[in-house]
């Protein structure tokens, strides 16, 4: 007959379990005591009998996360019928009380195999509970961000690639261009020569028309009878006149070779920088950091349940307005967290103000009819300063710092992601020639980190074509996608986050002057269109889906909009101070 031997339920499975039952037969109580010599639990009544019971009232009785882990069955070799339960500590090897009586054994220490098999299992287990609760997720977590660095790889080549095409097209059309004005060159020199040796040509037929004359006059003379004459009248023939062969124009090769190009395009390297270790966190941080998941993961939740929920109403509702002192109209707006706001005007003036419309501080800048400043997620105001080609950052306790210098590039336009708190900048730069006199202007949009640095430069489309003439306003979409309205355009710009055009909107046939521009959480952009004085509602890829705001909620000349995080539309006009706020989803 063999013997079977149950296995016990682990402290995490008898955790899990509603309650271990009692190991007396017929009890189903809750056993949470253990007998260490029986090896079973008991509950408190069956303890209290154990303990009264002359047979087992010495038996050990621990709680049963104190228990002993029996010892697993295993037969001695030398004497088949005896369990192996003892310890030789001089030999090192397990051995039945049989074997103790040896003369192999003799005088030697023995320790109980059970409290030696008790002792390694705990250690066991708390390795195993490492496992589970350290080492498996923090191997989880550096997979997951080996993933995420793959991603980011991929998307940063993929990038670098449109980059590196677009300059390459770049390059191939000024290359073009230079080759075509050249060529243009040589057409007009030749065409100078052409006319210095016609009108060469023409001196030499009007000599020798002078010379047929003076032959003609020469024999006249001679065959006169009266030959006095030819004594009192000479006749002087004119020299030949001097002209100058042409200088024979020479074409001066371009001494160029591969990597002239190569270092015209640019390359990619790796930083020389050393790699930095994954960092392994520690247990605490790993719980805390799982905690954050959850968290982030349930403020997700409930954005995504919001956006299910919200639609568009059938009707614009007006809710509330803003009398902004200090501006004398309203071309961009920013609102904080806090619904503070953030009104600058024509004149550069930038004017904060509380929910009440009191104005809480008042900064000159150099801008005007641009998107100009963005309110941050962290609760700051960045702001663009054209004369000085530079970016400011106001913190809550209104310290001013400089933030971002932009170089030879004017910053314009400004946006703080909500997706990542990215900088999105929308610049131009105008080219001079010898004389100082501008002949060409360049725009651009710049992505920079939330810490200043440079990240991204978006210029061109696949073809090579200048994306930008004017980037005056700026925003991003849910999707990642970066929308701008370009006055000079007359249209509305949108690349995708890797910066490739994905389609431009002009209006619905009439003129169209952009202005300020805004998203939504349902990925809606809503346009200021100046010239029809209305605000275009559009949808993520760019199809027109209605007027929201016209001449029948009583707007003239909308310049700015702006979504709160409660999905109030803020509207700003020209010839006003007054900030609207409506309601449009629901």
């Known amino acids: 007959m063999s013997t079977v031997i149950m296995s016990e339920p682990s ?25 260490n010599d029986c090896h079973r639990p008991l509950c408190e009544h069956c303890r209290d009998e154990h303990v009264k019971n002359p047979d087992t009232k010495f038996h050990e009785i621990v709680l049963y996360r104190h228990r002993k882990h029996q010892l697993p069955v295993e037969k001695c070799k030398l004497h088949p019928t005896r369990n192996v339960d003892i310890y030789c500590k001089e030999c090192k090897i397990p051995i039945c009380s049989k074997c103790s009586t040896m003369k192999e054994h ?17 250690l066991q287990q708390g390795e195993f509970s490492k496992i589970q609760k350290d080492f498996l997720p923090n191997t989880k977590s550096l997979k997951s961000d080996i993933e995420a660095d793959a991603t980011k790889i991929q998307k940063l080549m993929e990038s670098i690639r449109t980059s590196m095409k677009s300059e390459a097209e770049s390059l191939k059309n000024l290359v073009d261009e230079v080759s075509s004005e050249n060529i ?33 006059d020469f024999e006249h003379h001679l065959s006169l009878t009266n030959h006095k004459l030819l004594f009192s009248e000479t006749l002087k023939i004119k020299t030949i006149p001097e002209t100058t062969k042409p200088v024979d124009p020479v074409f ?56 299910q929920t919200l639609s568009l109403s059938s009707s614009v509702t007006k809710v509330r307005e803003y009398s902004v002192p200090g501006v004398g109209n309203v071309h ?37 009819e641009e998107g100009y400043h963005t309110a941050t997620q962290e609760g700051d105001l960045i702001y663009t300063d054209k004369g000085n080609k530079l970016i400011y950052r106001i913190t809550p306790d209104r310290k001013i710092t400089e933030f971002i210098k932009t170089g030879e590039w004017t910053p314009v336009s400004v946006h703080s992601s909500r997706i990542d708190g990215d900088i999105l900048l929308g610049m131009n730069m105008t080219q001079k020639n010898y004389w100082g006199l501008p002949v060409k202007k360049e725009a651009k949009v710049t992505r920079y980190s939330k810490a200043g640095k440079e990240l991204q430069n978006i210029q061109r489309d696949n073809k ?44 619905q046939g009439s ?6 521009i805004c998203t939504d959480v349902l990925g809606h952009i809503l346009v200021c269109d100046c010239h029809s004085e209305t605000v275009h509602l559009l949808d993520q890829d760019g ?26 539309l803020y509207v700003g006009q020209r010839n006003t101070n007054t900030v609207t706020v409506y309601k449009y989803l629901q």
């Open 332 to 368: 961009h707006v920013s609102v904080e967290k806090s619904g503070r706001l953030w009104v600058s005007d024509y004149s550069g003036n930038l004017v904060q103000t509380d929910l009440q419309g009191n104005q809480l501080q008042k900064i000159q800048t150099s801008g005007r």
């Open 252 to 307: 001066t090769a371009g001494r160029f070779s591969k990597d002239d190009v190569a270092k015209l395009l640019g390359r990619v390297n790796i930083s020389n920088a050393e790699p930095k270790k994954r960092k392994i966190q520690p247990m605490e941080a790993v719980t805390t950091q799982m905690k954050s998941t959850e968290k982030q993961l349930e403020q997700s939740n409930e954005k995504s349940d919001m956006k």
């Open 184 to 216: 243009d060159h040589t057409h007009t020199m030749e065409k100078s020569l052409l006319e210095m040796l016609k009108s060469q040509e023409t001196i030499y037929d009007d000599y020798i028309a002078y010379l047929g004359k003076m032959s003609d």
């Open 464 to 507: 090579g074509q200048e994306l930008y003439s004017d980037p005056d306003y700026i925003t991003e979409n849910i999707n990642g996608d970066i929308c701008t309205s370009d006055y000079k355009k007359r249209a509305v710009v949108v690349v995708n986050k890797s910066g490739q055009h994905r389609f431009s909107y002009t209006g």
């Open 106 to 122: 003799h005088r030697h220490e023995f320790d109980d195999l059970e409290e030696i098999y008790t002792e390694k299992y705990a």
């Open 511 to 516: 003129l169209f002057i952009p202005y300020g």
């Open 543 to 568: 199809g027109f889906l209605s007027i929201i705001l016209s001449s029948q909620q009583g707007i003239k000349c909308p310049l700015s909009v702006c979504v709160d995080d409660e999905n109030n």
């Open 11 to 35: 402290d995490e499975q008898a955790a899990m379990q509603h309650y271990l039952v009692c190991g007396t037969e017929d009890c189903q109580e809750n056993g949470q005591f253990y007998c």
